[in-house]
Each structure stands twice: as structure tokens, then as C-alpha cells.
């Protein structure tokens, strides 16, 4: 009997009798083709009216996070509906490189059909924007075509057994007046595309014989602010546009272009190493971009920008041709609609466990830019893990006793983990001896002293693509082995309740990050205090990404990009 | 003396000395560097005040004619100023490709400024529209910004002393009501990227949850208007994009999908050789795509498209979810305005002479879809002809005076070659013999009578890329010997007046044309009559276009994509 014969007539004999199947299976397993067998067998269910039916999960986004998690999944046994209203997933980190065409927009997407169709799985996907989520009857509601305004406006409800939220952030405008207006962002592929038209523009603009050299002058005044890295590579970018293909174009405007960056703090970069600080502040005076440090925006006009100068106190306005703002991630409205409703206010994102759980909900996940994670504090549990540990309800702590929970502490709190790092102490016993000699046995009292400063060490995860990428990673990985880690649950111990955690928590592992500042020049700040500086950096830059990208589709066009660039330089047709 | 230096010290020569230069570029011609020494002296006077002026030449436009104009210009003593809203060159062939994504729109375009700083003469670009034209003041009004809403309106004039129109024309829409408000027009890039993003949005509204299967089926109704090779092109590539991508993204929807072809003709490609429709509307009732032949569409609704059918006279409804429109070209308003202003009422286009010169003006020339040319028929001078042919007045003509002036009728009056190919004469005298044996004198009467057919083989040029691009090389040719050919004539006899004409006149010459079908496979009718449909016309196809790409990196980027549509299939995400 062929597989394909076998499989049509299990189907129907599953179809005729459903109460079968498990026989079968077992049967099946024995002749040693179950894993086939068992999909089948559940894929013919599903046709035949869902006897056994499918949870439903549903997914809200496909940026990192989202699209991470969908490229994840394994189980089969999900029905998986993603919803967004892009319908297709974008390698963000390479924004800044498309806002000047040095890499085209269309290379660094991919369509998330062609993602999920990969997986194997049952995907379903809907472009279309979740504008209300409702806990309570576990069901979403969408709406397409409010951003094209080509067919009108569709509404729909879809219900779901898990909801994974993974939309994103916004940009934040910090409520500054003329932001949203006036200013570019650059978070979406479309709002790099439409800073390439603008720049363009402006230098059409800029050459139309009617144009003063004035009012030359303030068209080509660009205005970055944020000095993160998004901020300072899309500065480097437009700076090597201008010149280096830019002023082949357009030779008699070169002279009147301006880049100035305005960055709030101290520094720019300054979530980099100083060394990386330093070089690029040098680099950028270098090039003639104007770093303007401790310059706080105040109020963005159609034609001029003010900021207000943390030295003087003095406000100062300049005029703008274009501005683009990169000041960090907001909520987005739906989301500060939907922790309303969980009534985590003035939070700046949704709160999360730290198996990316929402918290008060026991089915609903979030993850990347619009999720935070709420690590627990180990001085709110640390009466319950003092008795946890105390197993003869001695009130003192011993070794033994000790050695026996020292590791779920750990897992389940990591902060102590960093804490024990950054004080070089070797492990916990260290921590609670009071004395080189002394043997370790601790009350409660000294226990809570010697941990007081733990919590010290919690920290925020970024908001990065790697971040997101990871956590929709774990969460996937979490979903593939539910079942199995019900029955053997893997993660730390319950100190408050009974028994184990069933999964081990999401732990973020930094691979280092990298801040590209123009002319093939490239800062990279890589785990363990490495920094690395200039050409040999780019190409490492250029390698890390080539590889990381989505497919092998996105890889060959964007390397072709790179190699179109060196050839034949940056296209500035105003498409 | 480096030619550098000595560069430096002839223009400093001839900024102190204006009157100096003469004497100095005869004797620099003695000494052997001519050329450089004359050009440098011109640079340096239009540097210093144009003692002599440049005559300037206004182009208005960027399409195939008016590029073509500014690539074969060589003469540097015009200054040439483009005007057009588009600062690209687009190759339009290959749109129909861009509507799916078998070539990408960026790899179509290529920047003006590009083109003519490779010319390497003295170009001025202005992004902006001429919206009108003052012959008499020979000036032309622009206006910037009003397309891209993104910095408000700038508007100026240009002086001119030659004016070149070479604006395009616009679709034809025969005034059939809701095409303006409802249909896809297939003319610019940007109504490419457009159709592109309105076939994805189709798929995915067709794909949302919440969507009928009546529904589904109305969006995914294509209709395309206009059998020419645009519209045959756009629909097979339409068909291509979903029978070899689509389907896979999008399964379930694929049964959904209908292409239906309208042409108010008895045939699609009317154009070209009957074998070449025939192969093409069998392929298509093979392909599934509907081909209605005499069907008139008399109304574009919103969601439906009315049609008159010839044979029954009924009006039939359909729906659809997108038309696109594509049956031939208009007269643009501005170019209306200015040949009312000419009196030039009821013309299909700005009318010319032969010399591409506009009727009634001196210094304004026009060319490609804005312009037609206006073949002065033998019927009109026939009194003339003869009385120049008649050298000795005798009121007859002999073959002696006769064959003096048969080769300036024939380059004079294309026509009359045209004729007596059709009827397979071998030359003029036999068509003026009046059998076999007589011997060749004729009256005036008779040779009336022997050319009076001769004017029915005018015809009008088709709008064309072709016609455009050989026209703008033309006129560039003409100017680049125009102090040339002031002195020594080239063109033939002035029937009417005295001496010869400047110029020859424009003679198309056709190199054949491609209706890519689908599926690889291309219909090719090449001059003299050759047709060949398959795949090797498709490879014919591929190396041709790729021949005739306007640039090195437009070459690269277009047979790259080519390329990746092999390897990856076209890309289907919504930007």
C-alpha cells in the first residue's frame, strides 16, 4: 500500500468513524509511521467539521516579533491567524539605508505568506488593523482599508484561544507641538520611501531658477533629531548622499546643504560605549554635520524648528527644509486603549510576565516594542522563598538547605544573577556570608539585608529588533512544547504555590549592536566590552546582515543593491 | 604649460580681453589645440556676461522624445533648460512589466540630470509643468509642486529662443463617463506602482475573513479596456503574476480570479499581422482570459463596467473589482491651450511641417504623442512641381527635366515613394508613362491626373516610442548642424520660393514591434513583413529592450530583476 493510498484510506475510515482514531493512532505507532499518521488523522478532522478542533491563535503584527514567532511554530495542532496591516514583514535595521536608496525598499521586505506558507503550518492571513481588543470574549476586532482609501472600510471580528500582541510602537512625539504635522518619521518602510521623495524634492525644489539663494539655503536645511542610532546612521546616510552622488547632480547646491542633529542628552549614541560616542561626534564634526548636544525640541513649524538649549536656557530657532524625527517608541492608541481596559495605567508599555504573559490575562500574550516585561521583585517574595527554602521550618537557613533552591532563585530572578556579576561575588553563598570564616546560616532578617540591593539591577529591555525577534522566538518555542511541558513542567520553582514552573522564563541575549556612521565607517559594540571601530566594522555590518536577513530572496537583492551602489552610485528619480 | 594652466591663462585673457578672442583662437587652431581653446573661450564669455549670448533652447519634457533630443545634442552653443514634472527618464515599454513586479520601477528610470551631465553640455533642469506657452512673447510659464503636495506651488517663466514641445499626450478616455474617476490608467510610472498595489489590496481584501464568496469574485474581476499591445501586454502579464505567484500566496482564491479583455474593435492588436492576433486571441481563450471583441464600453462605475456589443447592440453590465484603461492617447490641456491659441482647432495633435517645426511658428518645434505632422500633399503644389520641372517652360515635361527634379519630389513628398512600392513600380517614369511605348512627355494636365492617388498613402505616425525617439534625434541633428547647414542646404528644392530647404526632412524608419504575450512566449512583426511568435521572440524581446535601455545600470538592474522573477518569482508585498 502506497503512503498516499494509506493516507486516503485513513482518511476516510477517520471521516466514517471518528471514535477510531485513537486505535488507529496507537496501531499506526506501532507500525512505526506515526508522526504522519497523527497529522493526517488531524488534518482530516479539521475537513470533516472539527471533532477535535483546533485552538485558534491569533497574531497581531508582522514585525520582529510577530514574524519570529510565526517562523517558530512547529505544532501543527494550532490554527494560526495573523493579522496586520502590512502583509508582508520588513528588515528594519536597514531603514536609514533606504531612506537615501542605498538599499531599495522592496529588498528588504517579504511577503508574510511567503514566510508562513514555509512553516508548513495551517497559516491565515488577514491585512487589516486590530482596533479593539476584548479579553473578555476572546475575540479581536479588525478593520482594512482605512489606510489606502482604495475600497472602503471592511470591519470584522475574529475569536481566539491565545492572542499573541504583537504590534509594535509608534513614534514618539513627547506631545511636542508641530511634530506630527511637520515632521518625518522613520519607522515603516513607507516613511522611508517618503523622505527619499522629499529630499529629492527639495533639491528639485531648490533648483527651479525662481528659488533665492536664501531660500535655497533653508530648503536644503535638514534637521535630524534623536541621536540614536537611527537618528545618527539616517544623518551619515543623507550626508554620503549629498556627497557622493548628490553633488554630481546637483554641483551648484552643495555648498548651501546642512545636516544638523539635535540630541537631547549629553551625547549622541549614548547607549554605546564612550570610545564609539567620541568617534562619531569626531567623525560628524569632521564631515560638517552640526551635533547639537543638550538641544531639546520645543516646537516644530512648517518651515522652522525650535529647540531649547540646556547650557543657556536660551530657545533657539533655525529654519527646515525637512525634519525627521527619531526620538524613541510611544504606545500605540490601541494598545493604551486595551491597558486601560486591564487598568495598567501610566505604564509605558503593556505589562507583561516574564513568560511574555499580559498580566490579569490568563491567554494573552505581548511581546516587542509595545510589551514590558514586569520582573518580579525578589524583595516582594522574599519571606515566601526564605520559608521556601527553610525546609525544616528551623527559621535559619543552612547550606544544604540553601544549595537546594540556589538555582531557581536564580532563574527566577535574574536581577540576582547581574547583581552577583557586577560585584565580581562568585556565587550566592558569597553573597550571604557574613563573614569569610562563619558558616552560612542566615534568619530572615539577615537574608532580606543581604538582598535588599538585588532589585537595583532591573532593567528595561530595549526596544530592538533583537529583543522582539527573540521573545517571538521563546514564546513560539513555548507553544511547540505546551503539551509536554505540562506534563513535565521545565521552569523554576513556584515559590508561591505549589510545584514548578511550566516553562523556563525569557532571558534576552545581547549580541551586540551596531551604530553605522557613513563613508564605510561603522562603530560595532559587541558582548564582553568588544568595540570596533572603521572599515573592517562595515564589512562586518555588512556580513551580520546579509545573514540575518529573512530569505534567500531579501539576501541576494540587497547584496545586489550593495553592489549597485558601489557601481553605479544612488538613483534619485523621484519615484 | 599644463593644459590646466594654460586653461587658466586663457580665460583670464579672455575676461580681461573680451575682444582679444578671435585673433587668439585663430592662432590656437594654428597651433593645434583648437577644439579645447574655442570651447574654453566660450565657457569664459559666459562666464563674464555673455558678451555673446548663448541661444537658449526650452525643452518641455522628459519622455522618449525630448530625452532623446538632449542625448544626441552636441553643439554647445545653446544653453538647453528641460522643463518637465518627472526629473527621469522612463523606458515605457517595459511598464506593463512594472504593473506586477516583473521589473522593478526603479530599474525603468533614469535621472535627466544623469543624461545630460553625460552629454556634457551645458543642461539646466527644472522639475516643474509648463502650463502655458507665449509664442509671442516666446516665453513659457511653469508651474512647481502642484502633483506632490508636499511644499505648496512655485511658479516662473523661461525665456526661450527656441522652444521644443515634446510633452506627451494623455490617455484617451472618448469622454466615456466614470473612466476619470474609476479607472487605472497605464501611462507613467507612478500609474504602475498604482496598479501594482491595487492587484495585492484586491487579493488581500478577497482574502479577509469576513468577505463573501459573491464578493470574492467581484474583486477579482479584471477588466482591461483596450486591445492594443498595452492593454494585451498588461493582461497577460496580470495573468502571469497570478497563475505563477499568486497562487501560491493566495490558493484559495485563484478559482475566484477572471480577466476579461474589451476591445470596441473586431480584433486585439489590429496593428499587427493577422497571424500575430490570431496566435494571441487563441492563446488567451486557451489562458482563460475573456476576450471581448466589439465591445464598446460606454460607462465605468464604480464597482461595474457597462459595454455596448456591436452584433446585439445590448449594453451588458459586469462587475469588477479594478478596469484598466489603456486605449490610446489625448491631447494634454496645455498643448490644447496653445494650439487654440494657434487656431489649430479639431486636430488630433500640435500640427507640424516636416521639419517638425510647429505650423504658424518660427522658433517652436514639436514632437512625439503632442505633436503630428502635417505631409503637404502633391495635390496642392502639383502647379508648382510641374512649372519648376519645366525648366524651358514649354508646358511639357521630357524625361531630361523630368529626372532633374524626381529626387526632390520623392524626399519632398514621401508619398509618391510609398505609392509606387505599393504598386510595384520601378520608378516615377513609369508611372508617368502612359503605355508601354510612348516616350515620356507629359502635360500638366496628365501629371495631375498620374499623381492624383499618390496623397491617399499619408499617413499619420503612430504614437509611439519609436516615432518619438528617432524624432528627438532628429531635431538634435538639425541643430547641431544648423550654422552648417545655413550655408550649405542639404534638404530638397523649395517647390514654392527659391533655393533648397534647410534640412531633409523626418523620415520614420520602422524597426518592427513585440506584443509580449505571456507565458514567454512574444509575438514580433519585424520590416519587411517578417512575423515570428514564440519563445524565441520572447529571448528577441529580452535582448532587444535590453539593448536599447537608456543607461549601464538600468541595463544591469532590469535583466537582474529578470533574473530574480526566474529565480524567486515577483514579489508580492504591499509598498
Redesign the interface.
Same mark, same amino acid.
Given at each position: 500500500m502506497s503512503w498516499s493510498s494509506f493516507y486516503h484510506t485513513a482518511s476516510r475510515v477517520f471521516h466514517e468513524y471518528p471514535s477510531w482514531s485513537k486505535s488507529v493512532v496507537v496501531c499506526t505507532i506501532i507500525s512505526g509511521g506515526g508522526l504522519v499518521a497523527y497529522n493526517d488523522a488531524r488534518s482530516a478532522y479539521s475537513d470533516c467539521g472539527d471533532q477535535i478542533p483546533k485552538k485558534k491563535v491569533v497574531v497581531l503584527g508582522t514585525g520582529w516579533a510577530g514574524t519570529s514567532f510565526v517562523k517558530t511554530m512547529k505544532d501543527p495542532s494550532y490554527d494560526i491567524h495573523v493579522v496586520s496591516p502590512?502583509?508582508?514583514f520588513a528588515f528594519t535595521p536597514l531603514l536609514p539605508s533606504v531612506t537615501c536608496?542605498t538599499v531599495?525598499?522592496?529588498s528588504v521586505?517579504?511577503?508574510i505568506?511567503?514566510i508562513s506558507?514555509k512553516s508548513g503550518l495551517n497559516v491565515?492571513?488577514?491585512?487589516?488593523e486590530c482596533y479593539k481588543i476584548d479579553p473578555k470574549n476572546n475575540k479581536v476586532y479588525c478593520r482594512?482599508?482605512q489606510d !489606502?482609501k482604495?475600497?472602503g472600510i $471592511?470591519?470584522?471580528s475574529?475569536d481566539y484561544d491565545y492572542l499573541i500582541i504583537a504590534m509594535g510602537g509608534r513614534s514618539n512625539t513627547f506631545n511636542t507641538p508641530g511634530v506630527q504635522e511637520n515632521a518625518y518619521f522613520l519607522k515603516e518602510?513607507?516613511d522611508a520611501?517618503r523622505i527619499r521623495? !522629499?529630499v529629492?524634492?527639495?533639491f $528639485?525644489?531648490a533648483?527651479?531658477?525662481?528659488?533665492s539663494v536664501e531660500e535655497k539655503k533653508k530648503?536644503l536645511s535638514f534637521v535630524v533629531v534623536g541621536g540614536g542610532p537611527t537618528g545618527v546612521e539616517f544623518a551619515a546616510e543623507l550626508h554620503d548622499f549629498v556627497h557622493e552622488d548628490l553633488c !554630481?547632480?546637483?554641483p551648484s547646491l552643495i555648498n548651501h546643504v546642512k545636516i544638523t542633529l539635535l540630541e537631547a542628552g549629553d551625547h549622541i549614541l549614548n547607549m554605546f560605549d564612550k570610545r564609539i560616542t567620541e568617534f562619531a561626534e569626531k567623525k560628524f564634526n569632521r564631515n560638517g554635520i552640526d551635533v547639537k548636544l543638550g538641544s531639546m525640541v520645543v516646537k516644530v513649524g512648517e518651515k522652522d524648528i525650535s529647540a531649547k538649549e540646556r547650557g543657556s536656557g536660551q530657545v533657539v530657532t533655525m529654519p527646515h527644509g525637512m525634519v525627521v524625527w527619531s526620538t524613541g517608541i510611544g504606545v500605540r492608541p490601541e494598545i493604551l486603549d486595551f491597558m486601560k481596559q486591564l487598568g495598567q495605567i501610566n505604564r509605558r508599555a503593556l505589562v507583561t510576565d516574564e513568560w511574555l504573559r499580559v498580566e490579569g490575562c490568563d491567554n494573552i500574550y505581548a511581546l516587542g516594542d509595545c510589551a514590558t516585561i514586569n520582573q518580579r521583585r525578589v524583595m516582594e517574595d522574599i519571606a515566601v522563598i526564605f520559608n521556601k527554602a527553610d525546609k525544616n521550618n528551623s527559621g535559619m537557613l543552612d547550606l544544604k538547605e540553601f544549595k537546594n533552591v540556589v538555582g531557581d532563585i536564580i532563574e527566577r530572578y535574574p536581577q540576582v544573577d547581574i547583581y552577583l556579576k557586577k560585584n565580581q561575588m562568585k556565587d550566592m553563598a558569597t553573597l550571604l556570608k557574613k563573614s569569610q570564616e562563619s558558616s552560612l546560616t542566615v534568619d530572615i532578617e539577615y537574608f532580606k539585608d543581604a538582598l535588599s540591593k538585588v532589585d537595583s539591577q532591573m532593567k528595561n529591555l530595549p526596544a530592538t529588533a533583537q529583543v522582539a525577534a527573540q521573545q517571538g522566538a521563546y514564546l513560539a518555542d513555548c507553544f511547540n512544547r505546551m503539551e509536554l511541558c505540562e506534563k513535565y513542567p521545565e521552569g523554576p520553582l513556584r515559590f508561591r504555590g505549589i510545584g514548578r514552573h511550566r516553562f523556563r522564563a525569557f532571558r534576552y541575549k545581547h549580541f551586540g549592536q551596531f551604530a553605522p556612521l557613513g563613508g564605510e565607517q561603522t562603530a560595532a559594540q559587541l558582548p564582553g566590552d568588544w568595540v570596533s571601530i572603521g572599515q573592517s566594522s562595515q564589512w562586518l555590518w555588512y556580513s551580520v546582515y546579509a545573514s540575518k536577513l529573512v530569505s534567500?530572496?531579501t539576501r541576494?537583492?540587497v547584496i545586489?543593491d550593495w553592489g549597485?551602489r558601489f557601481?553605479?552610485g544612488r538613483?534619485?528619480?523621484?519615484?
Amino acid at each position: 500500500m502506497s503512503w498516499s493510498s494509506f493516507y486516503h484510506t485513513a482518511s476516510r475510515v477517520f471521516h466514517e468513524y471518528p471514535s477510531w482514531s485513537k486505535s488507529v493512532v496507537v496501531c499506526t505507532i506501532i507500525s512505526g509511521g506515526g508522526l504522519v499518521a497523527y497529522n493526517d488523522a488531524r488534518s482530516a478532522y479539521s475537513d470533516c467539521g472539527d471533532q477535535i478542533p483546533k485552538k485558534k491563535v491569533v497574531v497581531l503584527g508582522t514585525g520582529w516579533a510577530g514574524t519570529s514567532f510565526v517562523k517558530t511554530m512547529k505544532d501543527p495542532s494550532y490554527d494560526i491567524h495573523v493579522v496586520s496591516p502590512r502583509n508582508y514583514f520588513a528588515f528594519t535595521p536597514l531603514l536609514p539605508s533606504v531612506t537615501c536608496g542605498t538599499v531599495e525598499a522592496r529588498s528588504v521586505v517579504e511577503p508574510i505568506r511567503n514566510i508562513s506558507r514555509k512553516s508548513g503550518l495551517n497559516v491565515q492571513f488577514s491585512e487589516a488593523e486590530c482596533y479593539k481588543i476584548d479579553p473578555k470574549n476572546n475575540k479581536v476586532y479588525c478593520r482594512a482599508g482605512q489606510d !489606502k482609501k482604495l475600497d472602503g472600510i $471592511e470591519e470584522f471580528s475574529i475569536d481566539y484561544d491565545y492572542l499573541i500582541i504583537a504590534m509594535g510602537g509608534r513614534s514618539n512625539t513627547f506631545n511636542t507641538p508641530g511634530v506630527q504635522e511637520n515632521a518625518y518619521f522613520l519607522k515603516e518602510i513607507e516613511d522611508a520611501l517618503r523622505i527619499r521623495q !522629499k529630499v529629492i524634492n527639495l533639491f $528639485e525644489r531648490a533648483s527651479l531658477p525662481s528659488i533665492s539663494v536664501e531660500e535655497k539655503k533653508k530648503l536644503l536645511s535638514f534637521v535630524v533629531v534623536g541621536g540614536g542610532p537611527t537618528g545618527v546612521e539616517f544623518a551619515a546616510e543623507l550626508h554620503d548622499f549629498v556627497h557622493e552622488d548628490l553633488c !554630481k547632480l546637483y554641483p551648484s547646491l552643495i555648498n548651501h546643504v546642512k545636516i544638523t542633529l539635535l540630541e537631547a542628552g549629553d551625547h549622541i549614541l549614548n547607549m554605546f560605549d564612550k570610545r564609539i560616542t567620541e568617534f562619531a561626534e569626531k567623525k560628524f564634526n569632521r564631515n560638517g554635520i552640526d551635533v547639537k548636544l543638550g538641544s531639546m525640541v520645543v516646537k516644530v513649524g512648517e518651515k522652522d524648528i525650535s529647540a531649547k538649549e540646556r547650557g543657556s536656557g536660551q530657545v533657539v530657532t533655525m529654519p527646515h527644509g525637512m525634519v525627521v524625527w527619531s526620538t524613541g517608541i510611544g504606545v500605540r492608541p490601541e494598545i493604551l486603549d486595551f491597558m486601560k481596559q486591564l487598568g495598567q495605567i501610566n505604564r509605558r508599555a503593556l505589562v507583561t510576565d516574564e513568560w511574555l504573559r499580559v498580566e490579569g490575562c490568563d491567554n494573552i500574550y505581548a511581546l516587542g516594542d509595545c510589551a514590558t516585561i514586569n520582573q518580579r521583585r525578589v524583595m516582594e517574595d522574599i519571606a515566601v522563598i526564605f520559608n521556601k527554602a527553610d525546609k525544616n521550618n528551623s527559621g535559619m537557613l543552612d547550606l544544604k538547605e540553601f544549595k537546594n533552591v540556589v538555582g531557581d532563585i536564580i532563574e527566577r530572578y535574574p536581577q540576582v544573577d547581574i547583581y552577583l556579576k557586577k560585584n565580581q561575588m562568585k556565587d550566592m553563598a558569597t553573597l550571604l556570608k557574613k563573614s569569610q570564616e562563619s558558616s552560612l546560616t542566615v534568619d530572615i532578617e539577615y537574608f532580606k539585608d543581604a538582598l535588599s540591593k538585588v532589585d537595583s539591577q532591573m532593567k528595561n529591555l530595549p526596544a530592538t529588533a533583537q529583543v522582539a525577534a527573540q521573545q517571538g522566538a521563546y514564546l513560539a518555542d513555548c507553544f511547540n512544547r505546551m503539551e509536554l511541558c505540562e506534563k513535565y513542567p521545565e521552569g523554576p520553582l513556584r515559590f508561591r504555590g505549589i510545584g514548578r514552573h511550566r516553562f523556563r522564563a525569557f532571558r534576552y541575549k545581547h549580541f551586540g549592536q551596531f551604530a553605522p556612521l557613513g563613508g564605510e565607517q561603522t562603530a560595532a559594540q559587541l558582548p564582553g566590552d568588544w568595540v570596533s571601530i572603521g572599515q573592517s566594522s562595515q564589512w562586518l555590518w555588512y556580513s551580520v546582515y546579509a545573514s540575518k536577513l529573512v530569505s534567500w530572496r531579501t539576501r541576494a537583492l540587497v547584496i545586489s543593491d550593495w553592489g549597485r551602489r558601489f557601481i553605479f552610485g544612488r538613483d534619485s528619480s523621484q519615484i
